[in-house]
């Protein structure tokens, strides 16, 4: 048998997990109306993400096209079940078009600015203590779980409070007051992240041209 860095990297074990996240994510928001099947399918699609960045690193299967699809798939995902919840909270909408926005554009430009730099990982990229802190595995685990279970709280409240957690207090809305802070950080670090890739393709430039490479 092969070692399987010499598989095709189409069939590396977490690549075809990303492909079944993706099938997961079509057939959950497809059923979006029915929160109990919606929740199902996102959630096992949400686990898995961390499943793939297991295989990757147990199997000698990172890749390039791996990272790419993995990073695609959290973004799509993202960036769909914001639109949900700004189809649920109409009045609400404008802010989850800003944080699809945010999302995106920040993971965007800091893919940029990795390449610039040349590092293996855009999460190699980031300057400053507070990204270097974001982007050490157990804590970027902690924080992008509860902002995605954030959103996926605000989904289910959509249509129902929830169990009984504590007197006037439901389980949803316990999720929430431990989830919501963590979100706003997230979206802070975004922000953060915009600024230092920025800067990173800055200095990229401005060495090229010095060196005139």
């Not at 990073?71 to 404008?94: E, G, I």
């Not at 802070?188 to 010095?210: E, G, N």
């Amino acid at each position: 048998m092969k070692p399987t860095r010499d598989w095709p990297v189409w069939v590396y074990v977490p690549n075809i997990i990303g492909y079944l996240r993706i099938i997961l994510s079509i057939i959950a928001f497809t059923n979006y109306r029915t929160p109990g099947v919606f929740f199902g399918y996102y959630f096992v699609g949400f686990v898995l993400d961390a499943a793939d960045g297991l295989a990757a690193r147990k199997l000698n299967q990172s890749s390039d096209f791996g990272a790419q699809l993995d990073m695609l798939t959290d973004r799509c995902a993202t960036a769909a079940l914001l639109t949900v919840l700004s189809y649920l909270y109409p009045n609400q909408a404008y802010i989850c078009y800003a944080l699809i926005f945010l999302d995106g554009y920040s993971h965007w430009v800091q893919m940029v600015a990795g390449i610039c730099a040349g590092t293996a990982s855009h999460k190699s990229a980031g300057r400053g203590w507070l990204l270097q802190l974001y982007y050490w595995r157990p804590c970027l685990t902690f924080v992008c779980s509860l902002n995605e279970m954030c959103f996926l709280i605000l989904y289910l409240q959509a249509f129902t409070e929830g169990p009984p957690f504590l007197p006037g207090l439901s389980l949803y809305s316990a999720i929430l007051w431990c989830a919501v802070p963590v979100c706003i950080i997230k979206q802070i670090i975004s922000v953060r992240q915009i600024f230092s890739a920025h800067a990173t393709i800055t200095d990229a430039m401005v060495s090229k041209l010095c060196t005139g490479t």
